[in-house]
Nanobody, 117 residues
Framework: QVQFVESGGGFIQPGGSLRLPCTFS????????MAWYRQAPGNQRELVAR???????TYAGVVKGRFTISRDNDKKTVFLQMNSLKPEDTAVYYC???????????WGQGTQVTVSS
């Protein structure tokens, strides 16, 4: 079964930065738009950023200007660079194909990001 594997999370103080990589174990990566999502305790999973197959990017308003999504098709990896982190960015971060093309059975375990002083 193909799967996404996220890593790079951790505990960080407000204002800090983290870079999250996510690698896809399947073969079909480059033709598809990819996205990062996050889920905070008690909340539904939300879309954070997406990147098209050609590299065009869009962001949720709450992260725009602070987060940057990128991709390396040769390594089948999508990245999320997170700067100026805030406590409200605390969540488990996941990657998958961008909506509505998510692979329902391929969600990974995510990576926990905790922003706190």
């Amino acid at each position: 079964q193909v799967q996404f594997v996220e890593s790079g999370g951790g505990f960080i103080q407000p204002g800090g930065s983290l870079r999250l990589p996510c690698t896809f174990s399947g073969n079909a990566f480059s033709p598809y738009p990819m996205a990062w999502y996050r889920q905070a305790p008690g909340n539904q999973r939300e879309l954070v950023a997406r990147i098209s197959s050609g590299g065009a990017t869009t962001y949720a308003g709450v992260v725009k200007g602070r987060f940057t999504i990128s991709r390396d098709n040769d390594k089948k990896t999508v990245f999320l660079q997170m700067n100026s982190l805030k406590p409200e960015d605390t969540a488990v971060y996941y990657c998958n194909r961008a909506p509505p093309l998510q692979l329902r059975d391929s969600w990974g375990q995510g990576t926990q990001v905790t922003v706190s002083s």
